[in-house]
C-alpha cells in the first residue's frame, strides 16, 4: 500500500467517524429541545383545527397535520371514541388521542402520568379554549375517552 493511499484510507475512515460522532450527538440535542411530536387530523376546511396546531406548536409540539375526514373516522374506530367524545380534529401524541381544543396543561399531565386510557377530550369547541376564538365562559371539563355514558373527568380546566 502506497502512502498516499493510506492517507488517503485514514482520511475516509475519519470522516467516517466524524459523521457517526456528528449523527450520533444530533437526536441528543434533538431530545435536549425535546421535540415532541404530535400529529393532527382535520377536515381541510377547518380554521380552528389549524389553530389548534399553531398552539400545539408554540408550546412545544412539533405538528404534522394531516388533512383527512377519512383519517379522523378510522382514529375514532381504532380508539372508540364515542360520538358526544368526537373533537373536531382529532391529534395523536404519544399513542394517545386527543380529541378537540384540549389545553396542553391536561395533556402534559396525560404523557407525564401515563394511564392506560385511549386519550382526552373537551368536547363542544367551547369558547376561549385553545385554538377557539371569544373569551372563556366557564371551566372546561376534560374528559377521559371511554364509552360509558359518563365518561370519567380528567381536569376541569
Ligand atoms: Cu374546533
Not at 87 to 97: E, F, P
Not at 142 to 150: G, K, L, M, R
Amino acid at each position: 500500500m502506497s502512502r498516499r493511499l493510506v492517507v488517503a484510507v485514514a482520511v475516509v475512515a475519519c470522516l467516517a467517524c466524524l459523521g457517526g460522532l456528528i449523527s450520533g450527538l444530533l437526536p441528543a440535542s434533538a431530545r435536549a429541545g425535546e421535540a415532541r411530536p404530535a400529529t393532527l387530523y382535520k377536515d381541510p376546511q377547518c380554521g380552528c383545527c389549524t389553530e389548534y396546531g399553531r398552539y400545539l406548536e408554540a408550546n412545544g409540539f412539533t405538528v404534522t397535520v394531516v388533512d383527512s375526514t377519512a383519517e379522523i373516522d378510522a382514529l375514532h374506530a381504532r380508539y372508540r371514541v364515542p360520538a358526544h367524545l368526537e373533537g373536531c380534529h382529532s391529534t395523536v401524541i404519544d399513542g394517545y388521542v386527543i380529541e378537540g381544543h384540549v389545553p396542553v396543561a391536561a395533556i402534559n399531565r396525560l404523557l407525564a402520568e401515563k394511564p392506560s386510557i385511549p386519550g382526552l377530550s373537551l368536547p363542544g369547541m367551547p369558547e376561549g379554549s385553545p385554538g377557539m376564538s371569544g373569551h372563556k365562559q366557564g371551566a372546561f371539563p376534560i374528559f377521559v375517552i371511554s364509552d360509558e355514558v359518563e365518561p370519567p373527568l380528567f381536569a376541569i380546566e
